[in-house]
Structure formats: C-alpha cells, structure tokens
C-alpha cells in the first residue's frame, strides 16, 4: 500500500544507480573520517581536540555586541523547536505543491534521524561543554558531542539539496548545492562555537554525522527508485 502511495508520484531521478552508490560510498567515507578524527580529538585532547580551547578563546576574545547579536539569531533559528516547524512545514508545502510523498517523508525522516543520533551521542559520550563562564546566557548544561544544532542543519541542506537536485542534476546545480551546504552549515557551526555552547570537536563530529546520514538516504532513495522501476 505504501509503495502504492509513492508510485503515483514523481519520483524519477535523473541519477543512475552507479553515480548514487558512487557518490553515497564517497559521503560516507568521508564523513566517517570526519567523525572519527573529531571523536578521537575529543576523546584524547588531542589532534583535532588540541584546538578546541585555542579556538574557544579566539571566539571569546574577538566578541563584540553587534556580531553576538547575530549569532544569537542564528542559534536561534536553528534550536529544536523552531527547527522543527521549519522542516515539517517545508515538507507539508513540498508535498501539497508537488503531490508527492516520498522525497518530503525522507527530508523529514532524515532530519529527525539527525536529531536522535545527537542525542544518543551525547548520552553515550557525556563529554562536558565549556564551562558556562565561557557561555554567552542562556546557558546550555546538557552534554555538547555532538553540536544538535549543527548537525541538524547539515542534514536538512545535504538532503534536500540532494532530493532536489540528483532529479535534474548539473554541474551548476550540484556546486550550487554544495556551497549553499556549506555555507550554511559554517554559519551555524561558528555561531556555537561563538557563543561558546561547543568544543571545535562537536561541530566537526556533526559535519562527520551529517555525511554519513546523506549516504543513507542516498541509497534508500534508490532502492525505493529501483523497486518501482521493476
């Protein structure tokens, strides 16, 4: 019944199912590097973990009131519950607009598979955040490996991109995705950092996460492509 549902909508890609597993092996290999490098930075202080406090200091000695503003907002954009709204809502517009189910049903799914690996993490890891009086208030006391809101993000603009794009893919459009990707990610990485909520290691560790989930979704993307193809 369900892939009856998803039948009668466009879910054609303009991706074969070698460039998808390519592409999907080479996100997931990277992002496991990624990961493990900030793992291992966080669990023995060293490598990658060596620049957590250098960069935390570098944030707070350059603060200033108008860029704090700006990374208040920031953050604040990106918190659960505001997050949250943001991503249901443009899945129930993408479902109306394009009558489709799936590619909105992953974009949600993926966000929120991103939001309970955050926090299996960060009970699993229970490593510490800044002490508070490196905080700018409100102060965040649960645990910070990984950063919830960086990876959040990350995932909501690697999939979607990906749901859009790989249907009519080109270079321009993929580069596009990928700058927007990054850009976007950056800015809410650095607005936590700044604001002294996460090590350098947590953010880096969502990056990691954030390629990994995207490697998921690819290949279930195709299968489901392929199973209605046969």
């Not at 859009?164 to 990707?181: D, E, G, H, P």
Request: charged share 10%; hydrophobic share 55%; glycine share 6%.
């Amino acid at each position: 019944m369900a892939l009856d549902i998803i039948e009668s909508t466009n879910i054609k890609t303009a991706w074969t199912t070698k460039k998808s597993v390519i592409t999907a092996v080479i996100c997931f290999v990277i992002g496991l590097i990624i990961f493990i490098i900030a793992y291992l930075g966080m669990r023995q202080n060293s490598g990658l973990g060596t620049f957590n406090q250098p960069v935390l200091d570098w944030m707070i000695n350059n603060r200033n009131s108008q860029v704090t503003s700006i990374m208040e907002a920031v953050t604040t954009a990106a918190s659960l519950q505001i997050f949250t709204v943001v991503v249901i809502g443009i899945a129930f517009v993408w479902g109306i607009l394009k009558k489709e189910i799936w590619r909105p049903l992953a974009f949600v799914s993926s966000v929120g598979f991103a939001a309970g690996v955050s926090t299996l993490l960060k009970v699993l890891t229970a490593n510490n955040r800044p002490p508070q009086t490196s905080m700018i208030a409100p102060f965040e006391l649960d645990y910070s490996f990984p950063s919830g809101h960086t990876i959040s993000v990350v995932v909501c603009l690697l999939v979607l991109g990906y749901l859009i794009y790989s249907r009519r893919s080109s270079i321009v459009t993929v580069t596009s995705w990928l700058i927007l990707a990054l850009v976007g990610s950056a800015i809410v990485a650095i607005s936590r950092l700044y604001l002294g909520y996460h090590w350098l290691t947590d953010v880096t560790a969502s990056l990691g996460l954030g390629l990994i989930i995207l490697s998921i979704i690819i290949i279930i993307d195709r299968i489901v492509i392929n199973r209605l193809e046969n």
